[in-house]
Every structure is written in structure tokens, then in C-alpha cells.
């Protein structure tokens, strides 16, 4: 459960960041819940998976920046973003490399920790805060006394924060991310899925004709699908062979996490839905042993699990769509 666990993680960070890259909202808070949760059940938090925690962490905290209300740490004083530089911090302590960038987000952080206090007129916690973020070093000292200086003015506006704004930081976070993301392409997960396209040959099958003519926002959409399509197989195909070998289903949170927050509707809907050129293929007739193998994969996987019966089963370019009508057929003539 651990380990399946920990394989979980790796994934939820990779969907954070793509999600915090692509400024999708509602996907990011969806894959906020399920990296706490999956952080949340660690026991301790294995060395070779500190900088994914970290980074987890801090995103969720950056994305809240803006929202005082908003509270990470027992301590109300907290800001979020207060709390994000905490995990910022520890991230710096794990790499040896980036100097400038961690050097630029660091200030990032601090200033705009001040800025936003000031921003909702909080004036005098934002004089509180400025004790908390820097040391006594020296090279503290030109940042402090400038934003002392902002503080005393009571004027959001000023030059000083208006060039190192919001915007700013999350284009660095954005930098920082895509670093990241290339240095952990192959997790297990993505490593598992690539096998299993290549041996189902889910890159034909999958959300397949669709037109030439389409703008660069289709495309990216385009793949976007594919991608999320692919990985809710292999995620449920794995964890589906894991369950026969060793894992307790009842009490396993990876399991739970793929039902309920991925959910096999997931991948039914971006096929209904996400595909209009489909409605548009030519229909071929089933055949016979095309039939059997619909049958066979319902009386191993049951009813309504189509995306698993098509990966399982030897169809001529169906979808799990297709598969779910010709059931309904089946039924209706026997």
C-alpha cells in the first residue's frame, strides 16, 4: 500500500504542476485534495520523496496566496503564502543547483507576502510580518528597510511592489515547475502507461480520427484528453493486478482515490463528450467473435466496466461507448 501509495504521489505532483502550468483551476483543486490526502497518510515522509511533498505543498499554498482567510498552520497569523515560503525553504535544502532562481522566488515570496496584507488594507500585520521573514544577516538588510519603508506608506502601489508582483511569481513558480517536470518525465505511472499503449496499441484507438483543420488550442486540447484517457487506464489496470496480488481493497487509499476522485465516468464522459468526430465514423458490423470477447469481458469485469473490458479484449477499433450500446443490443435480442 506504500509503495502504491507513493506511486500515487509522484503522479498527483505531476498533475499539479501541469494543472498550475496550464492555469486550470478546477483541475488543480481536484488534484490539491487528492496530494493531501496521499501526503496526509504518510507515516513519515521517505528522503527520496521529500522534494515531491515540498513541491506539492508549496503549490497548494501559492495557488491560496491571495486569500488571508485561507489557513495552512495552527498559528492564524499564517498567510498562506508565509506558509508556502516555509515549504520553499526545504525545497532550497534539497537541490544544490538554481541558485538565482530559488534566489529570485525567495524575494518573490517575502515581498509579496508584505503586498498582500497591504493590498486588503492590513497595514500593521504586515509590519508584524516583516519581523518574522528576515534574519538579522546583512544581506537581509537592503530588502527589510525598503518594505519597512512601503509599510510606513500604506501604499499598495508603489513601484517596488508593482514590479515584483503576484503575476511575476507565478511565472517563476511556472519556471521552476517545467524543470521539474523534466527531470521527472518517467515516473512509474507515465512509465506504465507508454508500455501499455504500446501493447494495446490504445494510441489508434483512443480518441482517434479526429480532423486535419484544427487551431493550436484544439490540438492542445487534443492531447490534454489523450493524456488523462491513458492514464486513468493504466491506473486502474495496475492497481486492478496489484488487488489480485496483495492489496486489501477495503482499507487501501490509492484504490478509494482512483474510484472516487478519478472514477471510470471520467474516461466514459471525455469519450461521449470530447470526441464529436466519433459520431461521425462510418458504423462496421460486430462480428461474431467480436460478441464473444464483449461477453467474456462482462463476465470477468462485470457490467459497466467498459474501459477495462476494451483494453482486455481483442475490438476492432471500438470504444468503451460502442461497447456499452452493443451490450444493450445484446440484451434486448436475447
Known amino acids: 500500500e506504500a509503495v502504491a501509495a507513493g506511486w500515487m504521489l509522484e503522479f498527483a505532483c505531476c498533475c499539479l504542476c501541469r494543472h498550475f502550468a496550464e492555469g486550470c483551476a478546477a483541475e488543480f483543486r481536484r488534484w490539491s485534495g487528492v496530494a493531501q490526502a496521499l501526503i496526509n497518510g504518510l507515516s513519515k515522509i521517505p528522503t527520496h520523496k521529500k522534494k515531491t511533498v515540498y513541491l506539492c505543498q ?61 493590498e486588503n488594507g492590513y497595514f500593521k500585520e504586515a509590519a508584524e510580518v516583516l519581523e518574522r521573514l528576515f534574519s538579522d544577516l546583512e544581506s537581509d538588510k537592503p530588502l527589510r528597510v525598503k518594505l519597512a519603508t512601503v509599510i510606513k506608506s500604506k501604499d499598495p502601489y508603489v513601484p517596488l511592489l508593482q514590479s515584483f508582483s503576484y503575476d511575476l511569481l507565478i511565472s517563476k513558480i511556472k519556471s521552476y ?41 484544439d490540438k492542445r486540447d487534443l492531447e490534454t484528453k489523450r493524456r488523462f484517457v491513458l492514464r486513468i487506464i493504466v491506473l486502474r489496470d495496475v492497481l486492478g493486478q496489484m488487488q489480485n496480488c496483495f492489496l486489501n481493497v477495503d482499507s487501501s487509499l490509492v484504490w478509494m482515490y482512483i474510484n472516487c476522485v478519478l472514477g471510470l465516468d471520467s474516461l466514459q464522459n471525455v469519450e461521449e463528450h470530447g470526441d464529436a468526430s466519433a459520431c461521425g465514423r462510418r458504423r462496421q458490423r460486430w462480428t461474431y467473435k467480436e460478441d464473444l470477447k464483449l461477453k467474456s469481458g462482462i463476465k470477468e469485469f462485470g457490467v459497466g466496466n467498459w474501459a477495462k473490458i476494451l483494453v482486455h479484449g481483442d475490438f476492432n477499433n471500438r470504444t468503451s461507448v460502442m461497447l456499452k450500446d452493443r451490450w444493450r443490443t445484446l440484451c434486448r435480442t436475447t
Open 58 to 118: 508549496l503549490l497548494i499554498r501559492i495557488a491560496k496566496g491571495k486569500n488571508l482567510q485561507c489557513h495552512f498552520e495552527n498559528d492564524q497569523r499564517i498567510s498562506p503564502l508565509e506558509s508556502a515560503l516555509s515549504f520553499w525553504t526545504l525545497l532550497e535544502r534539497e537541490e544544490i543547483k538554481l541558485e538565482k532562481l530559488h534566489e529570485d522566488i525567495r524575494r518573490l515570496i517575502q515581498i509579496q507576502i508584505v503586498a498582500v496584507h497591504m
Open 177 to 217: 515547475i517545467e524543470i521539474f517536470m523534466k527531470e521527472n518525465e518517467t515516473n512509474f505511472l507515465i512509465q506504465a502507461a507508454t508500455k501499455q499503449v504500446e501493447s494495446k496499441g490504445l494510441g489508434a484507438t483512443t480518441l482517434q480520427n479526429k480532423t486535419v483543420n484544427v487551431n493550436e488550442n
